[in-house]
């Protein structure tokens, strides 16, 4: 019960876990941009979960030790229980296969079937924007730090905190700004790592800005999403000379139909509908197509052009 | 070894594919590759009756004699990457590595028809566990058994073709005529490598 | 489906190695791979665009799902065959562990453990501990009676299976999703198709 005799106040302190809406608090922060704004309250919030829960998770510690050795943020989950970070193409091409598929057998027109693909891409692209904007925000120091201290186990944690002093040094650490303090940031993502996880928030100091131009946010989808689906960047990003709102991503191989011959319909309608599902949910309403443009180099070149909404252009022009 | 024709026969013995690599093939009515495709099906179940059952019990390698059924030993060795070594060998779909393949593997047609060969020229078969059949005819009378094992590694990177060009096509209908492009590229590339 | 001696029938990689060392070779080096969440959120579009269209009837959504999973189940064992070159098994405790060990291993990763043999050895269960295809997955209320989420699993192995002649039932016992304590699916061999063997293999 030390921690109440710390933080007697009934503010802030009675919450251990800050996310969610409370009418009395109105709205906060989510995700802590500026350390201050931790203060006394963050550290008891430490405490207070250091101690109600003696044995936090033991299991979801040893499967993020694996997750921490991957290559690159985007590449892996940090969901506790994400053990997997691959699985093999064949086992995802004949999956897709049969999406498309089943979209032929249920459609009149090569415009539903394509309707349909597109539509399942959209329901990936609209949960990406938040997700992978989230994770370029978990830089790979406060990352380790966070899995190695879950990996020394609940044992430690709880030492470090059941004693009433330790916590108060916390607090003090807290305090410093964000920059220097490694060592701070590891204890805070140890204790938060007894919050089931969630708390890797703690951890990050910066989101990522939110990306407001087209070209900026075409840049994410150029880089960070094509990464994330396909492991590597498109091949190229271009805007018309003839269209103000018309930009194009230019991939040379699409995996997804790497094994599809041809034909008449375009099964790359899938990535389309990805990309106009992050363009939506980040507020740039537009249209994609695909247009597959065979070159010499190239046989399976295609073009994913972009065609924004006139109000996206009027907006951009009213910030200029 | 020129490769002069590919065939492809599903488990019930119809042609689902043929294709020609070089100018000199023979040139066969469409009727007559169905009926060829209709015969190896029959012959490659004779084959198997007529095995001396002490060859069956035993499982040694078969009859030397050069007849038409010539069962060679049921591990088929690795021959390098197929053809000049000049080449890199191309990436096979999604069969990765230098060389997907860098052992010796066992055949599943243990005492079904193999090759047919003639003075002229020579028929080589590859039956997969669930009954496709991929053939080669090879414009070179061929019997050493390296002959036969080059063919059957390269049958098997047909069938690798077949399935990551037809198998994960959605607008391949299962056990229908093969139509796709892609599945005649990779192919063509894969015989011009020889 | 004779038994074959054990010498000349493993396949030289097998023979020498594990069937597991095999398997994580294959897995490792020789596959192709795709990000896992990928294939977990199109999946995850796919059921829920059932769901959505058949207007929340759950057991034509599992209908569904077993039907896509033995379409993709029956070109999936050429693939399979055509990777790992195996030979036919001469049991069907061997078939479950190519199952678990090189199969599921193959092509998603994943390793599940085989149990619960009936006592006349014709069926058994696969335990999932992990499954990729229900990652991030929790079931509304109304789906967690009903729905079978990761039913196209059956489909896969009953269609894979059939083309190297076993006919088989498969099917969820339990699901975690669910609130179960595991996630089970069963096996159940009904017999071997000796007729359609392709000739010339024993």
Sequence with gaps: ?320 | MAIQTILVINKSGGLVYQRDFSASAPRLSSNEYLVLAGTLQGVVAIASQITPKSLQITRKTGSKSGSDANHSSQLVPYVGALGSSAVPAQELGSFMGPDYFNEAFTSWNTTGLKHVTTDQNSLFLYQTLTGVKFVAVSSQSATSTMAVSIAENLLRKAYCLYVDYVMKNPFYEPEMPIKCELFDKRLGELVAQL | MSASTSGTSAPAAASRKSLKAFSEDVWKNKTAKINAELFTLTYGSIVSQLCTDYERDFTRVNNQLYSMGYNIGVRLIEDFLARTALPRCDSLAKTSEVISKCAFKVFLNVTPQIGNWSSNKDSFSIFLEENPLSDFVELPMDAARELWYSNIVCGVLKGALEMVQMDCDVWFVSDVLKGDQLTEVRVKLNRILKDEIPAGED
Excluded at chain 1, 72 to 92: D, E, F, G, K, R
């Design chain 1, 1 to 320: 019960m030390s921690h109440k005799i710390i933080n007697p106040s009934t503010s802030v302190a009675q919450h251990p876990a800050p996310q969610g809406y409370d009418y009395t608090i109105g709205p906060q922060q989510t995700l802590p941009d500026l350390p201050q704004s931790m203060g006394p309250s963050s550290a008891s919030t430490f405490a207070s979960t250091g101690i109600s829960t003696t044995g936090p998770s033991a299991a979801s510690a040893a499967s993020s030790t694996n997750l921490a050795s991957g290559p690159s943020v985007y590449s892996s989950s940090l969901h506790p229980l994400a053990h997997t970070q691959q699985v093999s193409l064949a086992a995802y091409a004949f999956l897709f296969q049969e999406m498309v598929a089943q979209a032929r057998n249920a459609s009149k027109s090569v415009a539903e079937i394509e309707l349909r693909l597109h539509r399942h891409g959209y329901h990936l692209g609209v949960r990406l924007l938040e997700l992978l904007n989230f994770r370029s925000s978990v830089n790979a120091s406060s990352r380790s730090a966070f899995f190695k201290t879950s990996t020394a186990g609940p044992s430690s944690t709880s030492a470090t905190v059941s004693s009433s002093a330790p916590s108060a040094q916390l607090h003090g650490y807290h305090s410093h700004g964000s920059g220097d303090a490694a060592g701070a940031t590891a204890a805070a993502a140890a204790a938060a790592a007894a919050d089931d996880g969630h708390a890797l928030a703690h951890s990050i100091s910066h989101m990522k800005r939110r990306d407001l131009t087209m070209v900026e946010i075409l840049q994410f989808v150029h880089s960070t999403v094509w990464t994330y689906l396909f492991g590597r960047p498109s091949d190229d990003l271009v805007k018309s000379s003839d269209r103000d709102n018309e930009f194009m991503i230019v991939d040379h191989a699409p995996l997804l139909t790497r094994f599809i011959s041809s034909t008449n319909v375009q099964c790359d309608f899938f990535v389309c509908g990805v990309v106009e599902g992050v363009l939506d949910s980040a507020c740039f309403p537009c249209a994609v197509t695909v247009h597959s443009v065979p070159d010499d180099k190239f046989p399976e070149k295609a073009v994913f052009v972009v065609r924004f909404e006139s109000a996206v252009l009027e907006r951009e022009a009213l910030r200029a």
